[in-house]
């Protein structure tokens, strides 16, 4: 079997990574727009070969777009329109309304799996690749109604082949529900970051200061600005909802601060403590 | 020599591991106001004996305070008066002003050492104290010159044997500067948490999709509110301004995100990254 990956950074070479160590026979044929990309994936052999257009990939068994979330529904109609019939096309994006809505009417739709597998770092590029990245973690496939029995087939194949938990969903839910627990994280992330850049010009050293619980803070607001500029954008809707509401909580918390309402501020901080049960869930998932 | 241990939690429980590993001579005499506390730092070893009252440490060659910070202006007032003229006072506070300024007339306040050892971890209480909690971490001293060069020779013994590194600061200076780099994040956190614990409300499994980065980002929202709603009490002045420059930022980034403005949305996740240069530091500073 030959799989076609297009984009091969972080995503796409942690794909490619765990299926050839784990399947014998296929053989895995990359492109990236960024030729420096190309050449890297290649001498790091997350690849076996590499092409220099995408539609050099129209024989493959299946591709798998591992792109920036603002080209994937282009793409994805591009690669219906040049690939065999038989072709299967899955995409790793982060958004699933705006692939979903692009290729409705494509006569071809029923060959895609729009999946979302939940898994990455703050890290980008071939370089960034790492083994077992999705291992343990959720995947969700959403439309799956408009997908072919063998299409899931050989995509459920390829995310059991990553270790991968997969469930199911609508485009539109998907898109609201990571607003929330994966989008809105990224967004706070990054301007606390800003926020204290911004003050350490005033304040020389004040980073000497920061430990521990800072860092994991704010870890996330390392991220690429080329991932994840198109994924807002693109999940605009949803996210400045989530938005909205964080900003809420965080302007009723800073009016019981004004007021030194230490009994507030304790209600508060007690309602939140319950993400315990949350973060649970998350470590008991990465144990499995 | 004698220690005295006021608040036998995460912070004193700590310390007393380490101090007790390192100095064969000393004995530890701990005090909680809380009489489960108290039982349980015995029967964990913790301290060596412990007493039903603060005035019974009076007789100790130091005392350490390791409690709430509102409770730490007045318990550091109390012990100066029913203490030896010799008795030195350490506290562990992580704000600074106000204790400074209680202690400012007092006619002992030559023996206070205000510090602020920066470390801690998001459980509390006995059971929740570690070895070498603060090995290669950063503790500040304030108002070094009101303090005699006697208290100031014991509370470095005390900083230097759990291995930290000890930096010298202005009260008000330390107060702005942790309202940046440590409650802010703390307040980001928290807030994060609670707007997902309400969204999960209306949507069921929401947190089924939460990955590692989200469980990162909201870790610190699993701090005690009994130590942090006074912290913020008190450090309501600069924590209101970290704040109010958090939600401007956030706000604008909404802005920018309504209009899908995604040029104004990348640069501002690109000046954020610049935040890894303080990560590497604090990476650094733990691989001491």
Same mark, same amino acid.
């Given at each position: 079997?030959?799989?076609?990956?297009?984009?091969?950074?972080?995503?796409?070479? #942690?794909? &490619?990574?765990? !299926?050839?160590? *784990? +399947?014998?026979?296929?053989?895995?044929? =990359?492109?990236?727009?960024?030729?420096?990309?190309?050449?890297?994936?290649?001498?790091?052999?997350?690849?076996?070969?590499?092409?220099?257009?995408?539609?050099?990939?129209?024989?493959?068994?299946?591709?798998?777009?591992?792109?920036?979330?603002?080209?994937?529904?282009?793409?994805?109609?591009?690669?219906?329109?040049?690939?065999?019939?038989n072709?299967?096309?899955?995409?790793?994006?982060?958004?699933?309304?705006?692939?979903?809505?692009?290729?409705?009417?494509?006569?071809?739709?029923?060959?895609?799996?729009?999946?979302?597998?939940?898994?990455?770092?703050?890290?980008?590029?071939?370089?960034?690749?790492?083994?077992?990245?999705?291992?343990?973690?959720?995947?969700?496939?959403?439309?799956?109604?408009k #997908?072919? &029995?063998?299409? !899931?087939?050989? *995509? +459920?194949?390829?995310?059991?082949?990553? =270790?991968?938990?997969?469930?199911?969903?609508?485009?539109?839910?998907?898109?609201?529900?990571?607003?929330?627990?994966?989008?809105l994280?990224?967004?706070?992330?990054?301007?606390?970051?800003?926020?204290?850049?911004?003050?350490?010009?005033?304040?020389?050293?004040?980073?000497?200061?920061?430990?521990?619980?800072?860092?994991?803070?704010?870890?996330?607001?390392?991220?690429?600005?080329?991932?994840?500029?198109?994924?807002?954008?693109?999940?605009?809707?949803?996210?400045?909802?989530?938005?909205?509401?964080?900003?809420?909580?965080?302007?009723?918390?800073?009016?019981?601060?004004?007021?030194?309402?230490?009994?507030?501020?304790?209600?508060?901080?007690?309602?939140?403590?319950?993400?315990?049960?949350?973060?649970?869930?998350?470590?008991?998932?990465?144990?499995?």
């Amino acid at each position: 079997m030959t799989i076609g990956i297009i984009g091969l950074g972080l995503i796409g070479g #942690s794909m &490619a990574i765990d !299926l050839k160590n *784990a +399947l014998d026979t296929i053989r895995l044929v =990359g492109y990236d727009a960024n030729e420096h990309h190309r050449t890297k994936a290649l001498a790091l052999g997350l690849v076996d070969h590499v092409v220099e257009n995408p539609e050099a990939l129209s024989a493959c068994h299946v591709i798998i777009l591992a792109i920036p979330v603002n080209h994937i529904p282009a793409v994805a109609v591009h690669m219906l329109d040049v690939c065999s019939d038989n072709t299967i096309i899955l995409d790793a994006g982060s958004t699933k309304g705006a692939l979903c809505k692009a290729i409705a009417q494509h006569p071809k739709r029923k060959n895609v799996v729009a999946a979302h597998p939940i898994a990455g770092t703050e890290n980008s590029g071939p370089e960034a690749a790492l083994a077992k990245l999705f291992a343990g973690k959720t995947n969700i496939i959403c439309e799956k109604e408009k #997908s072919s &029995a063998e299409a !899931l087939q050989q *995509a +459920l194949l390829i995310f059991d082949t990553l =270790g991968m938990h997969t469930i199911y969903m609508d485009a539109e839910e998907h898109d609201k529900h990571v607003a929330y627990v994966s989008h809105l994280s990224h967004v706070s992330s990054f301007l606390l970051g800003l926020t204290v850049l911004d003050i350490e010009k005033d304040e020389k050293n004040i980073a000497t200061l920061a430990g521990s619980g800072f860092a994991s803070t704010v870890r996330l607001a390392k991220s690429s600005p080329d991932m994840w500029a198109p994924i807002f954008e693109q999940n605009m809707e949803y996210l400045s909802q989530a938005l909205q509401e964080y900003i809420i909580h965080l302007q009723r918390f800073q009016y019981h601060l004004l007021k030194r309402d230490r009994t507030e501020l304790h209600k508060t901080m007690q309602e939140a403590n319950a993400i315990r049960r949350i973060l649970q869930g998350i470590e008991n998932k990465n144990q499995k």
